[in-house]
């Protein structure tokens, strides 16, 4: 299962693609995440990854060609969990690839959440399911909504999305926000009982309108993966950059 700690708040939520990189270089950027990021998200390559914006997208395509897939990622995110705390670790992946081998796939799975990109879109019927088979293995369930799922569905999503429920703030990475992010916040917020950690093209300069506005956090993807690309030292420097401006 997942933990939180209310007293580190506003949280960081690190995304990573596993083994990216290369995995010395990826496991040396999760253990300087440690004392820095609240949760991490890691990310499993998909068969096509068609909620992902391009340098994710990139990034899986690279990790495949080392050989890293839903067929044997075992090894490597155990490493992942003597590194890092399972109860702050996410793996993240396509429920539409595993759906068929669920108990299977969790089974592989040391970290205490998962997060499913496609669920809530595409298999909203099947998510009190999901969530029911992954908690009587251990397993927590964060769910993604964004400002085109209706009310009702956010509603469930927070009765089922544990520790958090995850915001992207915009439809998909580079489309113009729709509405305000406090309004969006405030829609969300009167919907579900749960902390709110926001991003999905989250740009850095708005970080601190959505702390203001209620978020309990927000998600960092694309940019740590594009630095981590670079080198780690520009990896460490967006991260300190996005935490300064977290107030942190």
Known sequence: MLRVREETKPWLVAYLTLGHPDPETFFKALKYLEDKAELVEIGIPPSFAKYDGPTIRRSYEKVKKMGITLDNFQELMNEACKLFPPERLIAM????????????????????????????????DEIEEITKKSRERGKDVVYFVSPTTPDHIIRKVGELS??????????????????????LLNRVKALVNKPIVVGFGLKLEEVPEALRSGASGIVVGSAFVKALDESFEKFKERVEEYLKVMGK
Request: hydrophobic share 45%.
């Open 162 to 183: 544990n520790p958090i429920v995850y915001l992207g703030v915009r439809p998909a990475t580079g489309i113009p926000l729709p509405v305000g992010i406090s309004n």
């Open 93 to 124: 992946t396509y429920y539409e690839d595993v759906k068929e081998r669920f108990e299977k796939f969790i089974g592989k799975v040391c970290a205490g959440g998962l997060l499913f990109a496609d669920a809530v879109i595409d298999y909203v």
